[in-house]
């Protein structure tokens, strides 16, 4: 079974043209946006994967965040099909786009949960 992060962070990587990654950089504060999509949990079977992914978008503005995190979340979950190696059967937004704390605070983070269902190609 593909790894959900290699075959999500090169697919928004391609569809925004800004960086993403399952960690992010060390130098994030001047790379912004960054996106950052991480597996964080979820169950499979034999042949198929339902991992929940964290997508997390970091911007130096609320709302260039906000517009990214949207843009993706609609993308997310019309994704249906063959990428990166995988077949994507559909996605489920379990929790929005919601502003959340980082450690700067110069930079704007908001993050959501999606539930993916995959195959391999």
């Known amino acids: 079974m593909p790894d959900i992060e290699a075959v999500l962070n090169p697919w928004a990587e ?61 993308a997310l979950i019309a994704l249906r099909g063959p990428v990166g190696g995988a077949v994507i059967r559909g996605v489920r937004c379990d929790s929005g786009p919601s502003r959340r704390p980082w450690s700067n605070e110069a930079v704007y983070r908001r993050g959501a949960t999606y539930t993916v269902d995959f195959r391999a190609a």
């Open 14 to 74: 391609a569809l925004t043209g800004h960086f993403a990654g399952a960690e992010t950089p060390d130098d994030l504060e001047t790379r912004l946006p960054v996106i950052r999509i991480a597996r964080g949990g979820g169950g499979d079977d034999m042949f198929t994967g339902h991992p929940r992914i964290y997508v997390d978008v970091f911007a130096a503005t609320a709302d260039e965040a906000r517009t990214l995190a949207n843009s993706l979340r609609d």
